[in-house]
């Protein structure tokens, strides 16, 4: 707690108390018989209202928000790739939302290097409707071959959480590539299956044809 006089633009005393110790500065020459009286009630003061009621204040606080205050909810990650068919260009979002308490570091990776500060929007903290909170940070690129990721640390979570973000037209291509092989694999399948039935059939034919039975 501390108590400040000022005259004409400039401090003349200040009183404190910190860590149950009183201090006086003064800047002025003040006589002494007029500050002791001062310091002395500033004592009394403090340790018969000031000191009371703010600890018990803070006491009851405290009791009331003991559930809120022990609250601890792990924050849902997801890390986004999105194009703009205008611009040519892609936009990448790091969104953590859902987390409890609202302290959280949310960081832009490119290549394993931290994104700069002027390159990110967003990084507002939002507040949910169900009292917890999001960060989203995005970042505007262009077509390149960097890697990015996204770190967060909260104190729901043991470790640094790092979520990378996949390359979406190579798992496009590889999907094709995948679906080609299984057609493939189902068009044989089914040319084996007409083959070993027909197979059968003409080797039932033969077996029950005259000339065999002669």
Not at 184 to 192: E, H, Q, R, T
């Amino acid at each position: 707690m501390i108590v400040a006089d000022a005259a004409r633009g400039s401090s003349t005393d200040e009183l404190s108390y910190i860590n149950n110790t009183f201090t006086y500065t003064v800047a002025v020459n003040i006589k002494q018989e007029l500050i002791k009286p001062h310091l002395e009630k500033f004592k009394q003061d403090f340790a018969k209202t000031f000191y009371p009621v703010c600890i018990t204040t803070l006491k009851n606080y405290l009791k009331k928000r003991r559930d809120q205050r022990n609250r601890k909810v792990t924050p849902n990650i997801t890390l986004t790739q999105k194009a703009n068919s205008d611009s040519g260009e892609s936009r990448v979002s790091c969104l953590a939302t859902g987390f409890y308490p609202r302290h959280i570091n949310l960081t832009l990776f490119r290549d394993g290097q931290p994104v700069s500060d002027h390159e990110i929007t967003g990084g507002d903290l939002l507040p949910n409707g169900d009292g917890t909170y999001q960060m989203r940070k995005s970042l505007e690129i262009s077509a390149d071959k960097h890697k990015y990721s996204c770190s967060v640390t909260h104190l729901s979570l043991d470790n640094k959480l790092i979520i990378e973000l996949e390359d979406e037209p190579f798992r496009r291509r590889i999907g094709v590539v995948v679906a080609v092989l299984l057609l493939v694999c189902a068009i044989s399948g089914i040319l084996a299956v007409v083959c070993m039935r027909k197979g059968r059939r003409e080797d039932r034919d033969f077996r029950g044809s005259p000339n065999l039975m002669m």
